[in-house]
């Protein structure tokens, strides 16, 4: 294939996977209100849940002591679980907090984790990461047709993930959330419980942050720490403020835009000192869309619809 095409479908093949980050995140801040800052952590927990069960043992330079070399498939649902685990053991205490005091400790959990990836070599190798990681099913397909069936398989499961958070949205769980975003004391005289609704979408963004690090990992075969910083969070965040907060449809636009917004750079025949200057100037680029947007467009691409009840 042709280079450029070759790049768009590697591209648009990434945006899949912010795709799942960013519905995680409107769910759980655009529905239900919850600003949190520590996204990064579910999608690191993923990732090494998903490249410690899948990766090869380790070789007589590396450290870490589990590499079991399964099946992907289980390795993408120990990603889903740890995701969801670590939310839920996370919750216990953070939830109990509101605002910006919720926000610091999202915070303080995600570089907690970050840092003990770079630390625990027995268990992650440390800042070497692991890689050589297999990719499932590639040694039956040429490079060009594993590329188109990654493009195929990483969409499916983005649409899936869409329709399954749109359809928790209009739901009656979903308008309980909306709820407590609007009005929380409100929301309690109609016996909605804050705690348990918090919780539970709490976890359930946790397991599709992990899920999104375990296809990140399948993507790009290696893993290392400097992956999950939280300029991972700060990502997502622009891509979910570009497509419109609140709004599933925006969240998945917004996603691809920001990639391709973000990667578009990466392709451009640069000598290397150009491609330094220019790679640094990308966050400057995402600064500037995001100022724009929120300029002219304050609510997002796709703005949240208000529901009649």
């Excluded at 995701?83 to 303080?108: C, D, H, K, M």
Aim: proline share 3%; hydrophobic share 55%.
């Amino acid at each position: 294939m042709e280079g450029f095409l070759i790049f768009s479908i590697s591209v648009l093949t990434l945006a899949f996977v912010y795709v799942i980050l960013c519905l995680a995140l409107n769910i759980e801040c655009g529905v239900a209100g919850m600003w949190d800052l520590g996204i990064v952590s579910y999608f690191g927990v993923g990732a090494y849940s998903y490249a410690i069960l899948v990766a090869p043992a380790a070789a007589s330079y590396q450290h870490y002591l589990f590499g079991f070399e399964m099946n992907p498939i289980f390795g993408i649902l120990l990603a889903v679980l740890m995701g969801g685990i670590s939310a839920y053991l996370i919750g216990l205490p953070s939830l109990r907090l509101r605002r910006e005091y919720f926000l610091i400790t999202t915070i303080a959990f995600s570089e907690v984790l970050r840092i003990t990836f770079s630390n625990e070599n027995w268990l992650t190798n440390g800042v070497a990461g692991i890689y050589n990681i297999e990719q499932p099913l590639k040694t039956l397909f040429s490079p060009d047709v594993y590329l188109i069936l990654l493009f195929i398989v990483f969409f499916v499961i983005a649409i899936i993930t869409y329709l399954l958070v749109s359809r928790l949205s209009h739901s009656t769980y979903g308008l309980s959330l909306k709820a407590l975003r609007e009005n929380e004391a409100l929301a309690k005289t109609a016996r909605i419980e804050p705690s348990k609704q918090y919780h539970s979408v709490y976890v359930f963004t946790g397991c599709l942050a992990g899920l999104s690090g375990a296809l990140y990992v399948w993507l790009n075969t290696l893993i290392v720490p400097t992956q999950f910083t939280p300029n991972v969070t700060f990502f997502v965040w622009t891509a979910l403020i570009i497509g419109g907060i609140g709004n599933n449809k925006g969240a998945f636009l917004g996603a691809i835009f920001f990639v391709i917004l973000l990667e578009t750079l990466s392709f451009l025949n640069l000598s290397a000192e150009l491609a330094l200057v220019v790679s640094s100037l990308r966050i400057a680029l995402v600064g500037l869309a995001l100022i724009l947007i929120l300029r002219f467009l304050p609510n997002g691409l796709i703005s949240e619809k208000p529901r009649l009840l």
